[in-house]
């Protein structure tokens, strides 16, 4: 493990591609979600909602894994590891509406849940050449 992106790895976390987040539910088992994101240079950003089970996961245990993959070459792929820093309210859709432009669905409207929408800013502290 490294504290640094591996070479030749860091344009998986700038690409709109969907990773599978994975935490540790409050029972114990593993928990895996497919998920758009944004990446700062330091943080993963994610939007969720407060009802759903991965929002419950991560306040119970907030260390997670973010697997990305490159669909042209499905061999490389990046781990990130971390833990969740804090939550941001998306009520009004802004990060919603970001993300859907990154991943290229303009079109798309904000979602019936948008009330309770939130942006997930997850700290990376570990990454992982698969």
């Known amino acids: 493990m490294n504290s640094k992106i591996p070479a ?11 990773g ?3 935490t540790v539910a409050p029972d ?10 944004t990446w700062d ?7 969720h909602t407060i009802p759903r089970k991965k929002f419950t996961s991560l306040q119970a245990n907030p260390n997670y894994s ?3 993959t490159d669909p042209d070459a499905p061999s490389r ?8 820093v804090t939550v941001e309210g998306d009520q009004d859709g802004t990060f919603w509406s970001e993300l859907n432009e990154r991943y290229g669905d303009t079109d798309a409207g904000l979602p019936a849940d948008i009330d309770d929408r939130v942006v997930l800013i997850l ?4 990454f992982v050449a698969k």
Request: charged content about 20%; hydrophobic content about 45%.
């Open 28 to 37: 114990g088992s593993p928990d895996q979600s497919p998920m758009r994101f």
């Open 8 to 18: 030749g790895l860091s344009d998986l976390l700038h690409r709109p591609l969907v």
């Open 41 to 47: 240079g330091a943080h993963l950003r994610m939007s």
């Open 77 to 84: 792929c990046l781990e990130t590891r971390g833990w969740l």
């Open 66 to 68: 973010f697997l990305v």
């Open 20 to 22: 599978i987040l994975a």
């Open 123 to 126: 700290d990376a502290t570990r």
